[in-house]
């Protein structure tokens, strides 16, 4: 027999359980939505961390494979890195390497703050082989073909192997006159001593590596009216020298010998924001000039 329905059944839930239950579902909601929420800016944190990584990486990579090719075709003699310290802050890095196996002796004097714009590549009487003319015809030779087919005119480092000291110079054409060989400077005074005979003239290549900024910037042949910009967010950039002898440099100068490195310490470090939250890494790697095999 079935039950008469009534309306006073009290078997329901009262206005203090749902609203109970309402309060522990809102804070079961509230909490989830926070885990989500933290969950997110952590994934949002590292996405930025990998960036900031990857930046890092990049930029080593750069200049490792740059710096493993510091002194190509430059002899032991020739500057081929140089380091200034920074000391806490951030360093610079100079790395050098010829484009071309051709070298021209300097075989008359120039000196400092003259406007000589013909440098002799010969010379009267010169005790130096490569002085007599014609004995530099063929690099002189490779040389115009180079300048040519690079547009007219190209940059070209002359320095005193003696101390050392260099400058570039614009290369934008040479003479044979049957007597003495010749290039020509396009314009400009010496900065230094270019002694005959213990001068040279190369096509060289060089990278200046420094923070400008929060930027790892990049100066190619002396050229800082046009800096390349590596990579931004940089806070620090060290490097140190290690000899042969296990010495440790944090300066590298003309006076060292490159090729008694046995490695190039770098280390950068960088930082960004991701709303507000300081985020920094960092990366250290170490180099081998390998043109060191070849001296």
């Known amino acids: 027999m079935l039950k008469p329905f009534s309306l006073n059944c009290d078997k329901g839930a009262t206005i203090a359980e749902l609203l109970v239950a309402s309060v522990v579902g809102l804070v079961l909601v509230s909490l989830t939505h926070s885990v989500i929420l933290a969950n997110h800016r952590l994934y949002q944190v590292d996405i930025v961390r990998t960036e900031l990584n990857q930046n890092l990486r990049s930029a080593l990579d750069i200049i490792a494979a740059n710096a ?17 310290d920074g000391g806490a802050n951030p360093d610079e890095l100079i790395i050098r390497r010829n484009l071309l196996d051709e070298v021209l002796v300097v075989c008359q004097d120039l000196t400092a703050g003259s406007g000589n714009s013909w440098v002799f590549l010969s010379a009267p009487l010169a005790g130096n082989p490569a002085c007599t003319y014609p004995s530099q015809s063929t690099s002189y030779n490779s040389w115009s073909t180079y300048r040519n087919d690079e547009g007219g005119a190209v940059d070209a480092y002359i320095v005193n192997l003696a101390t050392g000291e260099g400058e570039f110079f614009k290369y934008d054409g040479e003479q044979d006159f049957g007597g003495d060989l010749m290039v020509h400077r396009e314009s400009g005074n010496w900065q230094y001593d270019y002694p005959a005979q213990v001068s040279a003239i190369y096509i060289l290549e060089e990278w200046d590596l420094s923070v400008n900024g929060d930027f790892l910037q990049l100066v190619v042949n002396q050229n800082v009216a046009e800096p390349r910009n590596i990579i931004f967010g940089i806070e620090n950039f060290q490097v140190q020298i290690t000899m042969e002898d296990t010495s440790v440099l944090n300066a590298f100068t003309n006076n060292e010998d ?35 095999l070849s001296n």
């Open 258 to 292: 490159w090729v008694d490195i046995q490695s190039i310490d770098i280390s950068l470090s960088g930082s960004t924001q991701y709303k507000g939250q300081d985020i920094s890494a960092s990366l250290s790697s170490k180099f081998f000039p390998r043109n060191i």
């Open 68 to 84: 493993r090719e510091s002194g190509e075709r430059l002899p032991a003699t020739f500057p081929a890195l140089l380091l200034t």
